[in-house]
């Protein structure tokens, strides 16, 4: 399988904070470990499947991705070094393992029946410590050399609000669908089963600012991107979370972050064969 060079060797740095494509089961298992300090031991997620045992987040989606991780070359050992992660699946490797992960709360069929070739990012986090501006950059950057090199025309995911009182974001929810809700022939739809209303208030019933700022960091991350998202929210009861599904077009990825990558460091990002690895 061919991968961008830039990912799969050096990556991208600031300073001493690295982003690159995950290389061995360690490194994989270093990004699992700092999923579950995130997920389940400060967000109060409820582990299964022995996960508490190994202190280790992971679900049979794992060995299909592509695993971006960030790293701090100050610190020499696993996992300590990886600070950050994003799983990454592509279109033709969940279309041969049984779909994407988030078919198990929305229905996705709007989005494959629209392009050709698309990702699904999630199981997104960055330790506490490093959670700034400049490690998200990268992140996107890295994101957006990945979505250029597999031609991908469309991103998706899951993004949550933390706990599962539907009451609590009723705002943000409302805000979503009011102002960013995705157009019919895109828009993914929470499973009949597990659908809960997003549009719990009229507009001029809720501060628009307000409702924005109040929005979890990655969904304004999404939206700032362009984004859409889904009609309905899910509750996922294991993540103690309020999923809503985004979708974001590439080319404001790639033309985003591409170019703020090449501004800064005076260097083209390329995609042609002389920069990939088989």
Known sequence: MKRSYILEEEGFSFGPILVRLAKSKAEIEAAQKLRYDVFYTEYGAKPENG????????????????????????????????VGT???????????????????????SPLLSACDNILELGRSCVHKDYRMRPVM????????EY??????????????????????????????YHKHLA????????????YRPMNLKREGDYDPKRAFAAL??????????????????????????????????????????RKHYERKTQRPIVDDASCILN
């Open 86 to 108: 994003y799983r990454l699946i592509r279109q033709e490797v969940a279309e041969k393992n049984g779909g994407f992960y988030t078919k198990n709360e929305f229905d996705i």
């Open 51 to 82: 996960m508490e045992a190994l202190g280790l987040d992971f679900d049979r989606f794992d060995p299909l991705a592509d695993h971006l991780i960030v790293i701090d070359t100050r610190i020499d050992m696993l996992p300590h070094r990886v």
């Open 216 to 257: 979890p960091a990655l969904i304004k991350g999404y939206l700032r991107l362009g984004g859409f998202i889904g009609d309905g929210a899910v509750i996922d009861e294991q993540f103690n979370t309020i999923d809503v599904c985004v979708i974001v077009k590439t080319g404001l990825v790639s033309d985003r972050y």
């Open 183 to 194: 157009p019919e022939d895109l828009c993914p739809q929470a499973l009949p089963a597990l």
């Open 147 to 176: 979505i250029a090199h597999h031609n991908i025309e469309l991103l998706f995911g899951c993004a949550s609000f933390h706990g599962t009182d539907i009451q609590s974001v009723s705002e943000g929810l409302s805000y979503l």
């Open 137 to 144: 950059q990268l992140l996107w950057q890295a994101i957006a």
